[in-house]
């Protein structure tokens, strides 16, 4: 289930979801393989006609980003279970607080960024000064 940053279900999450499964099951073009082409410019529609291409782009931005990921992975040969279970768990307790506390985490979490940035470059300046 998608969220918004109010913790409530974002209300464009089905289309969502069905662009994210079919991105999910396409694959580079394979000599004699169909591709879900089809299938793909239909949810892409689809998510264009009720969000609009501000949230396509957004949508797009975002599988790019976990496509760069992945490749890097991949090309590492990096595999561990371990952590697709413990990040599983994560996302599933980051995912209830912010249901608990309905938006009202987000100040805090954008405060503690802000703080922590001013602090490393702060000590990155003093560091340069000596």
Same mark, same amino acid.
């Given at each position: /289930?998608?969220?918004?940053?109010?913790?409530? @279900?974002?209300?464009?999450?089905?289309?969502?979801?069905?662009?994210?499964?079919?991105? +999910?099951?396409?694959?580079?073009?394979?000599?004699? @393989?169909?591709? *879900? &082409?089809?299938?793909?410019?239909?949810? $892409?529609? %689809?998510?264009? &006609? @009720?969000?609009?291409?501000? #949230?396509?782009?957004?949508?797009? +931005? @975002?599988? %790019?980003?976990? =496509?760069? /990921?992945?490749? $890097?992975?991949?090309?590492?040969?990096?595999?561990?279970?371990? !952590?697709?279970?413990? /990040?599983?768990? /994560?996302?599933?307790?980051?995912? #209830? !607080?912010?249901? *608990?506390?309905? +938006? &009202?985490?987000?100040?805090? $979490?954008?405060?503690? =960024?802000?703080?922590? +940035?001013?602090?490393? $470059?702060?000590?990155?300046?003093?560091? *340069?000064?000596?």
């Amino acid at each position: /289930m998608i969220h918004s940053f109010s913790g409530q @279900v974002h209300p464009h999450a089905q289309e969502l979801e069905a662009l994210a499964a079919a991105i +999910g099951r396409e694959r580079p073009p394979i000599a004699g @393989v169909a591709t *879900r &082409k089809a299938q793909l410019d239909e949810v $892409v529609a %689809a998510l264009r &006609k @009720v969000a609009g291409e501000h #949230a396509l782009l957004d949508a797009a +931005g @975002v599988i %790019a980003f976990f =496509s760069a /990921m992945t490749c $890097v992975l991949d090309a590492t040969g990096h595999k561990n279970f371990a !952590i697709k279970d413990w /990040m599983e768990t /994560m996302v599933s307790r980051v995912s #209830a !607080i912010r249901r *608990r506390t309905r +938006g &009202k985490l987000l100040p805090f $979490v954008l405060l503690a =960024s802000g703080l922590l +940035g001013t602090f490393l $470059v702060s000590s990155r300046l003093l560091r *340069r000064a000596d």
